[in-house]
């Protein structure tokens, strides 16, 4: 697949501090991705590495096909951002600070209606900024990248600090960017949002990458186990318990979280099996990306 992404042993060290640790990232062309890690990962310093805001110590990166650091204008010609909180004028109103911004950019200031109507915002961009609720302020400012046409968008936390409606408002309209072909790179703590909508995700700690996968596939990794059983689950956990490789049994419910391999399925249902303890689910214990990412950035 094509990418509009690809950075190689991609370095950023300040004095002592070490931000960006050999990264290799992959993102293609149409998808959305999410880039996830604590704070001081070094997710902003890759972003601004990508932006051409940041000269890496070492490494390389690619945007849309061009080296970011020998042909900045090329590669960003068609990139779009917005980063932590939007800044704009607020006596103007949203259509004038758009209008300005299109006008500096050399673009024509008739974009600013035509952006203003994919951000949901055409009914209210005569009104001034100052009397924009923080989920309009956040699509004013995914409006503001999307003036360039661009082909990559990166958005730095654009549902923080919204209301679960401002949040659902703020997906439907990036997945409504990524429908029409865009490919979208999302930074954000809210995992809540990324499993809604992303297709692949990055979880970078201290600088390093330490997985990069499909949400799916991710949800199936990791270290344990639900199980479920037909019969007395007291003794299916005591059986389980014996196990070398079973670090805890935990009852809840009507379920088993069982600290013990992943790859090791097969192994439960036979052992439970050769007590005549029927298995009725069992499957990895991550029903939620948070999980995957609390249990990687742990380690």
């Not at 000269?55 to 849309?64: D, F, I, K, Y």
């Not at 070398?244 to 069982?258: F, K, L, S």
Request: net charge negative.
């Amino acid at each position: 697949m094509e990418q509009a992404i690809r950075t190689e042993k991609l370095t950023k060290r300040y004095q002592r501090h070490l931000a960006v640790d050999s990264l290799d990232l992959e993102v293609y062309r149409g998808e959305i991705f999410g880039f996830l890690g604590p704070n001081g990962a070094g997710k902003t310093t890759t972003i601004g590495m990508l932006l051409g805001l940041i000269a890496p110590t070492s490494g390389r990166a690619e945007v849309l096909g061009h080296n970011i650091a020998h042909s900045p204008g090329e590669a960003l010609h068609r990139v779009g951002a917005m980063i932590e909180t939007p800044a704009f004028y607020p006596y103007l109103s949203g259509r004038d600070n758009l209008r300005a911004l299109a006008m500096a950019g050399g673009l024509p200031a008739t974009r600013a209606d035509e952006v203003l109507a994919i951000a949901g915002l055409a009914e209210r961009g005569r009104d001034r900024f100052r009397s924009y609720s923080l989920g309009m302020r956040q699509r004013l400012g995914i409006a503001a990248a999307l003036l360039n046409s661009p082909d990559l968008i990166m958005l730095d936390e654009p549902t923080n600090g919204l209301d679960p409606a401002g949040q659902q408002e703020i997906r439907t309209l990036i997945k409504s960017l990524a429908a029409d072909g865009r490919t979208i790179l999302l930074c954000s703590h809210v995992l809540h949002d990324v499993e809604q909508v992303c297709d692949r995700v990055a979880i970078l700690k201290d600088g390093r990458l330490r997985a990069m996968g499909r949400v799916a596939d991710l949800l199936r990794r990791g270290h344990g186990l639900l199980v479920r059983v037909a019969g007395d689950l007291g003794q299916a956990a005591e059986h389980l318990r014996a196990l070398p490789w079973v670090e805890a049994v935990n009852i809840e419910g009507d379920a088993m979280h069982v600290s013990a391999p992943v790859e090791r399925a097969a192994e439960v249902t036979l052992l439970l099996a050769s007590h005549a303890i029927g298995v009725s689910e069992i499957r990895p214990d991550h029903d939620r990306l948070e999980d995957v990412f609390l249990e990687i950035t742990r380690q």
